[in-house]
């Protein structure tokens, strides 16, 4: 059996164009959730917290899809299936979250927009690992980063375009979404599920058989027996004593929030620790038990086991998402206040805000796309943790620039440092990620590692309402500092990152 084949510029642009739909729908939520919240009444420091049901869903959602995906295989193929059926879901979302009609609903549907969407993103990542040999991968990452690209520039300039060239309201009475919103969410929705569509119907999957033999052509089925040789040799102990602990302190942190009436951000923080405590204490009764081959056992197992190189990038993950979900929540509200002084969501000076802020977003969506064509050649010049390292301090500079430039016009100016470090962090970090890992667990892994997205926007989701109030008095734009500095140490992070060089 011959290695893994080479694929053409055209087979991978198919196998990719399906991620321009999934960030059709990202794009809206990113830049539009945060002003519906307002719309319906929430105050800007209250928008982090309503903002966790998003990260909260792909810590759950994500590792079970890629463990399902890893061991499906339909007439439809082996990823391909999930593509779909996230599809339809994330699609009907989109088309009723800008109807919703209370603050709770909206918060409610988010959750399933993000858990749907997370359905159809995962096994994308992992595709990428299961058709492209390893020397195409940092490509194969760098083309769906254009195409998340190319989808949020359309996808956050929607409104505007609503506005300025189809005349559609973006005002509305207290309490009711702009048309222009509305419209904008249709046309995603639409648009989510016809790219998706395109990859389903324009690619063909490997079978479970013809990995294997590409595997064993290329020298890496050790690597996939000893993985799955892993499981239940970490002692039931260890996890047991950390489980307590956690529990231990994550349940007295919890109860000292509640009976001091402490802010609410917080408990957020001390019940995840908790949390994470009957997780351990869960994998240490199913290894008691030896249930080695209980689906949920494998995926809290392969927590434990994760190579090192992903453990390393869970430090350089966890600042760079923090930074993002600082970007993504307080754009708007401190937007509209520091830069067009208002935060009447009624007002003409609010909506006007509010709409440059989708065209910032599509900014720095342009220069991703533009960024991600020149990523993989910059990463063969001085190598990829070098070149990730460079382009977050670009993206950190951006975000700090902020509260300096006073124009709002010329903000378009931040959003190139920004627009890179965005195309680095779709790409870079998976191409170091899919070098580690054995081919049979690409999919677990992929949504393991998503974790490392998910822990620090619920540590963000708990922190930044309380530094805004504490240090800031409640003006947002702050938050963007703060997530500047994120992205420098998170730059700083990945020279510790153990690289394997593209053959």
């Known amino acids: 059996m011959n290695k893994k084949p080479a694929l053409s510029f055209w087979q991978i642009w198919n196998m990719c164009f399906g991620f321009m739909g999934v960030q059709f729908g990202f794009a809206l939520q990113n830049a539009n959730v945060s002003r519906i919240f307002q719309t319906l ?7 982090p917290g309503l903002w ?35 599809a339809l879901v994330a699609s009907g979302a989109l088309f009723f979250m800008p109807n919703s009609p209370a603050l709770w609903i909206a918060a409610g549907m988010l959750w399933i927009m993000d858990a749907s969407i997370n359905v159809t993103m995962e096994p994308f990542r992992a595709f990428v690992g299961d058709m492209l040999p ?15 690209g190319v989808g ?3 996808a956050s300039a929607l409104p505007w375009m609503m506005k300025n060239w189809f005349g559609i309201a973006n005002t509305a009475e207290a309490g009711v979404i702009p048309d222009s919103v509305k419209w904008s969410f249709y046309i995603g929705g639409g648009a989510l599920f016809l790219a998706v569509l395109w ?61 001091q009436h402490l802010d609410k951000e917080l408990l957020i923080l001390t019940l995840g620790g908790a949390v994470f405590g009957i997780l351990q204490l869960t994998a240490s009764m199913l290894q008691r038990q030896a249930m080695t081959q209980n689906g949920f056992y494998e995926v809290v197992d392969d927590i434990f086991h994760m190579p090192k190189v992903m453990k390393q990038l869970a430090v350089v993950q966890f600042f760079s998402w923090f930074a993002l979900f600082a970007m993504w ?62 382009n977050l301090f670009l993206g950190g500079i951006g975000l700090i620039s902020f509260v300096f430039i006073k124009d709002p016009d010329l903000l378009i100016l931040s959003m190139i440092g920004v627009g890179i470090a965005w195309a680095s962090i779709l790409s870079l970090p998976y191409a170091l990620l899919s070098s580690a890992v054995p081919h049979n667990k690409m ?7 998503n974790f490392f997205i998910v822990i620090p926007q619920l540590t963000a989701a708990s922190l930044l309402g309380l530094m805004m109030r504490g240090l800031f008095n409640g003006e947002a734009i702050y938050a963007l500092v703060i997530g500047g500095i994120s992205w420098f140490i998170a730059g700083l992070a990945t020279l510790f990152v153990g690289e394997t060089k593209e053959k």
């Open 41 to 47: 009444g929430a105050e800007p420091y209250e928008i």
């Open 52 to 86: 966790v049901a998003a990260p909260l869903t792909g810590l759950l959602v994500q590792p079970i899809i890629g463990y399902m995906s890893d061991r499906t295989w339909t007439q439809l193929g082996r990823r391909r299936p999930y593509f779909l059926y996230g």
């Open 134 to 148: 390893e020397r195409q991968r940092t490509l194969g990452f760098a083309m769906q980063s254009f195409f998340i």
């Open 152 to 154: 949020s520039v359309i």
């Open 199 to 259: 990859t389903i119907i324009r690619t063909k999957e490997y079978s479970p058989e013809e990995l294997d033999a590409f595997a064993k052509a290329e020298g890496l089925e050790d690597q996939a027996k000893d993985t799955n040789g892993t499981v239940g040799k970490r002692s039931a102990e260890t996890y047991q004593k950390a489980g307590v602990i956690w529990l231990v302190l994550g349940g007295i942190a919890s109860w000292a929030v509640i009976s």
């Open 329 to 390: 929540t307080n754009t708007t509200p401190g937007i509209t206040a520091f830069h067009f002084g208002s935060s009447d969501t009624t007002s003409a000076a609010y909506n006007e805000g509010a709409d440059w802020v989708g065209i910032l977003f599509a900014a720095y969506n342009v220069f991703a796309a533009i960024a991600a064509v020149a990523i993989p050649k910059l990463a063969a010049t001085v190598g990829r943790r070098k070149s990730h390292m460079i």
């Open 443 to 449: 999919g677990v892994y992929m949504g393991i590692f």
